[in-house]
Nanobody
Framework: QIQLVESGGGLVQAGGSLELSCAASGRSIGGSTMAWFRQAPGQEREIVAAITMSTYYTASVKGRFTISRDNDKNTVYLQMTSLRPEDTAAYYC?????????????????WGQGTQVTVSS
């Protein structure tokens, strides 16, 4: 069974940058779909980005965020630049063994505990 641990969240001013990391253990992430979701208070969990052999981004983060993976380190990253107050949320790493791009949480097999990102104006 895979375990996911996110890190790298914090408080940043608008326009700033953060890099989130998701370290996996228990099995290899090779061949899987890895994704980042976020959830703001009172809102549904929404996909931010996903990566297989290619990448997917939700419209609001295109050109600002970059998802990447290092299968040797069993780690996925989310580089976030030009951050906005509306990016404030808890960010969650997700794993899907079967591959493919899926944008709804129910298709993912494992989740991290989340890391908080707060962007001040």
């Amino acid at each position: 069974q895979i375990q996911l641990v996110e890190s790298g969240g914090g408080l940043v001013q608008a326009g700033g940058s953060l890099e989130l990391s998701c370290a996996a253990s228990g099995r290899s992430i090779g061949g899987s779909t890895m994704a980042w979701f976020r959830q703001a208070p009172g809102q549904e969990r929404e996909i931010v980005a996903a990566i297989t052999m290619s990448t997917y981004y939700t419209a609001s983060v295109k050109g600002r965020f970059t998802i990447s993976r290092d299968n040797d380190k069993n780690t996925v990253y989310l580089q976030m630049t030009s951050l906005r107050p509306e990016d404030t949320a808890a960010y969650y790493c997700a794993f899907r063994a079967g591959g493919g791009f899926y944008t709804t949480p129910r298709w993912y097999d494992a989740w991290g505990q989340g890391t908080q990102v707060t962007v001040s104006s």
